[in-house]
C-alpha cells in the first residue's frame, strides 16, 4: 500500500516533470538496496550465473537493476503526459530496425519480450508505425494497486489484460484482427513452463508467447530493451519467425522456446543489470 499511495501522491507531479525525477527515482532504487538484505541477495543470486560467477560483478549488476525498477515507475505516471508519436524519434536507439517491416506486414505479430529496460513503454511507442497494441500483464496486489497501474498503462493507447484466460480470450481475438500482441517471455508465472536451457542450467519459460503464435500463425518478433539512461532507450530487434506448425504441438512449442531462450540468454549477458527480476528466478523456475 505504501506504494500505491507514492503512486497517488508524487505521480502527478513526477509525470509531469520526469527529467526532474528520474535522478531522484535512481536514489531510491539505491537506498532500497541498501535497505532490503534479503531482496539484495536474490537479485544477486539471479544475476551470478549472467556475471560468469563473479560474484562483485553480480552486486554491482544489482544495483543497476534496482535503480532501473525504481525509474520503472516514473515511465509509468509519465505515459499520461507524453506525445507517444514523438517518443520513438526522441527517445529510442533502434538496434536492426530493418526488422520492424514486421510491423507492415498483413497479419498477426507477436513481440516477445523479457523484463529488461522498459519494453512494455518501447512496444507502445511503436504502435504509432500505425498498429493496435494488447499486451497481457501479470496481476498485481493488492486490487487497488492492480487498478491504478492498469490505468497508467493504458494512458498512452495500449490496451492491457491480465494474464488470465479473459485476457487469453483477448490476445486471441486481437491476434486475428491483425494487431500486434505483446507478451513477456522470460518468466513462467502460470507455472506450466517449457524447459530450457539457459546459463548453464534447466530452467522453465513460459510457453503461452509460442502456443499464442502457433495457433494463430502469428509472425515473433523477439524485442529486448535496454535503459541508456532517464527515458533514453535501445531497443533491440531480433530475427522475427514463425512458430512451426507440425503433427508434434509440444515439440513445436519447445523449439521456439529454445530459439528465445538462446538470444535471451545472449542479452542479459550481454547487460545483467537491466534484468529486473526480484524473485529467486533459477530457484523458482528450477527445471530440476
Known amino acids: 500500500m505504501i506504494r500505491l499511495w507514492a503512486l497517488r501522491l508524487f505521480g502527478p507531479l513526477a509525470g509531469r516533470y520526469p527529467a526532474l525525477f528520474y535522478p531522484i527515482a535512481s536514489t531510491v532504487g539505491w537506498l532500497a538496496w541498501q535497505l532490503m538484505p534479503r531482496e539484495r541477495a536474490?537479485?544477486?543470486?539471479?544475476?551470478?550465473?549472467?556475471?560468469?560467477?563473479?560474484?562483485?560483478?553480480?552486486?554491482?549488476?544489482?544495483?543497476?537493476?534496482?535503480?532501473?525498477?525504481?525509474r520503472y515507475w516514473v515511465d509509468l505516471v509519465?505515459?499520461?503526459h507524453r506525445d507517444m508519436s514523438k517518443f520513438e524519434a526522441q527517445h529510442m536507439h533502434i538496434v536492426h530496425a530493418d526488422r520492424l517491416s514486421a510491423l507492415t506486414t498483413?497479419?498477426?505479430?507477436?513481440?516477445?519480450?523479457?523484463?529488461?529496460?522498459?519494453a512494455e513503454l518501447a512496444v507502445q511507442a511503436l504502435t504509432w508505425r500505425g498498429r493496435p497494441y494488447v499486451a497481457l500483464v501479470e496481476r498485481l496486489e493488492p486490487p487497488a494497486m492492480a487498478d491504478h497501474v492498469q490505468r497508467l498503462r493504458a494512458a498512452a493507447g495500449g490496451s492491457f489484460h491480465e494474464a488470465d484466460f479473459r485476457g487469453l480470450k483477448a490476445l486471441i481475438a486481437a491476434l486475428r484482427r491483425g494487431e500486434l500482441v505483446g507478451v513477456m517471455g522470460d518468466r513462467d508465472i502460470q507455472g506450466s513452463g517449457v524447459c530450457v536451457d539457459m546459463a548453464g542450467r534447466r530452467v522453465k519459460l513460459?510457453?503461452?508467447?509460442?502456443?499464442?503464435?502457433?495457433?494463430?500463425?502469428?509472425l515473433v518478433v523477439p524485442m529486448f530493451t535496454a535503459r541508456v539512461d532517464g527515458d533514453d532507450f535501445a531497443l533491440y530487434v531480433e530475427e522475427p519467425f514463425r512458430v512451426r506448425c507440425s503433427d508434434s504441438a509440444e515439440d513445436d512449442v519447445q523449439r521456439a522456446a529454445e530459439r528465445f531462450a538462446r538470444v535471451l540468454e545472449?542479452?542479459?549477458?550481454?547487460?545483467?543489470?537491466?534484468?529486473?527480476?526480484?524473485?529467486d528466478f533459477w530457484r523458482v523456475h528450477d527445471c530440476g
Open 266 to 279: 545472449a542479452h542479459l549477458r550481454r547487460d545483467p543489470g537491466q534484468w529486473a527480476v526480484r524473485e
Open 206 to 218: 513460459p510457453r503461452g508467447p509460442w502456443e499464442l503464435a502457433r495457433r494463430t500463425d502469428a
Open 42 to 70: 536474490r537479485v544477486a543470486r539471479n544475476l551470478l550465473p549472467l556475471c560468469d560467477g563473479d560474484r562483485r560483478r553480480a552486486r554491482k549488476e544489482g544495483v543497476r537493476a534496482y535503480r532501473n525498477v525504481a
Open 78 to 80: 509519465s505515459l499520461a
Open 106 to 118: 498483413p497479419g498477426p505479430v507477436v513481440a516477445v519480450s523479457a523484463h529488461t529496460g522498459n
